[in-house]
């Protein structure tokens, strides 16, 4: 269980690396770990609901069929949306104009604890119908799948959500992020027994990470930070690039 919680919070690493650690400077960084811990708080109850009302009852113990689990899944979406808009959409958080990278890392968080659940369930090797199921070589890499692509994909749905606050589009990013949501937590769960649906998910995070980066993250920005952040993107690459081919030359003991 413990080593299930640590692959989840790597999740969370990569993400903050990947994207608000650029960040830092032209949002509120305390502001968005704080929604962080707001993420992996709330994250775990709905983690548990999944289980407890998808995983265990619809595959497990085989009481719902696929069509009653994908409703459940719905309910559950919507609810994380509606949690996920009204903490976005709060006055001050729209008046810092914050919601894309609070929602961000609220995502990171809620992925985190959703990844943790599922591990822990993959790691046991009694999990009906699963060839996969055990601790060993081939879980601990499914493990790392789930953890990147749980994360990423809650991070991608509730920054959507955040432009749609700024934008005025609440209503209509409701609806895609619970339809996404749904679709994201049944994929997860169902990769337990068929690891092949991370190929079918991973190519969709991949789409959306640069509409994120650029078109989602910045918009709360002014117009002459979202020109800084662009440039701080693009010089991004061309320094680590330099910092790698940099000549490094010689310590050079002088004698007094």
Do not use: H
């Amino acid at each position: 269980m413990q080593f299930a919680f640590a692959i989840g919070l790597l999740g969370v690493y990569i993400g903050w690396r990947g994207i608000i650690a650029k960040m830092t400077g032209f949002y509120d960084m305390a502001g968005a770990f704080k929604y962080l811990l707001y993420g992996i708080v709330s994250g775990m109850i709905f983690a548990v609901a999944s289980d407890e009302m998808i995983l265990q009852f619809s595959v497990i113990e085989s009481r719902l069929n696929i069509v009653s689990a994908f409703m459940v899944t719905v309910l559950i979406g919507s609810s994380e949306s509606a949690f996920v808009l009204f903490l976005l959409g709060r006055p001050k958080v729209v008046a810092l104009r914050s919601s894309t990278p609070y929602g961000w890392t609220l995502g990171l968080g809620m992925g985190a604890m959703l990844t943790s659940v599922l591990i822990v369930r993959l790691f046991d090797p009694q999990l009906p119908g699963s060839d996969f199921s055990g601790f060993d070589i081939l879980s601990v890499l499914m493990s790392f799948s789930i953890a990147i692509i749980a994360c990423l994909g809650n991070a991608l749905i509730s920054t959507y959500q955040g432009s749609g606050v700024l934008n005025s589009k609440r209503f209509k990013t409701f609806y895609i992020s619970a339809i996404s949501r749904s679709i994201l937590i049944l994929g997860l769960i169902f990769t337990l027994w068929y690891p092949l649906i991370i190929i079918f998910l991973a190519p969709i995070l991949l789409y959306f990470w640069p509409i994120a980066q650029k078109s989602w993250l910045p918009i709360g920005l002014t117009p002459a930070a979202s020109q800084a952040f662009r440039r701080t993107i693009r010089q991004d690459k061309r320094i680590r690039i330099a910092a790698k081919d940099r000549v490094r030359g010689e310590r050079i003991l002088e004698e007094e």
